[in-house]
């Protein structure tokens, strides 16, 4: 008599279900880098709550939303720099110049 059984067939446990705002992150944070973090932190939370895949999905929303933001502001930055740079020149050249409409080297500045 055979005494050893058969082992049991594996049981397949179901697949770990993909939080879908960890997958919103990422997809929003090369656009608008300020919800990409918003939702990837929220997302981080509801993982670690409801057991969920996508904690790398989250995690790469947030810095690449990070990464946006921060080149968004710097771009922001650069553009107020260089519009203040050109009206700063175009005050002192008035400044200089007194009232009224003056042509400088085939520049026309209307001053105030």
Request: aromatic share 4%; proline share 5%.
């Given at each position: 008599m055979n005494t050893s059984a058969a082992p049991p067939a594996p049981v397949s446990s179901?697949?770990?279900k993909t939080n879908v705002l960890?997958?919103?992150a990422l997809a929003t944070s090369?656009?608008?880098g300020l919800a990409g973090i918003v939702c990837?932190?929220?997302a981080l939370g509801q993982i670690k709550r409801r057991g969920e895949g996508?904690?790398?999905l989250a995690i790469a929303g947030i810095v690449?939303?990070?990464v946006t933001t921060f080149l968004s502001v710097?771009?922001?930055v650069a553009i107020i720099l260089a519009f203040a740079g050109l009206f700063g020149g175009i005050a002192a050249t008035c400044a200089e110049l007194g009232p009224g409409v003056h042509e400088v080297g085939g520049v026309t500045y209307t001053c105030g």
């Open positions: 179901p697949a770990q960890a997958i919103v090369f656009v608008v990837g932190a929220i996508g904690r790398g690449v939303g990070s710097l771009g922001v």
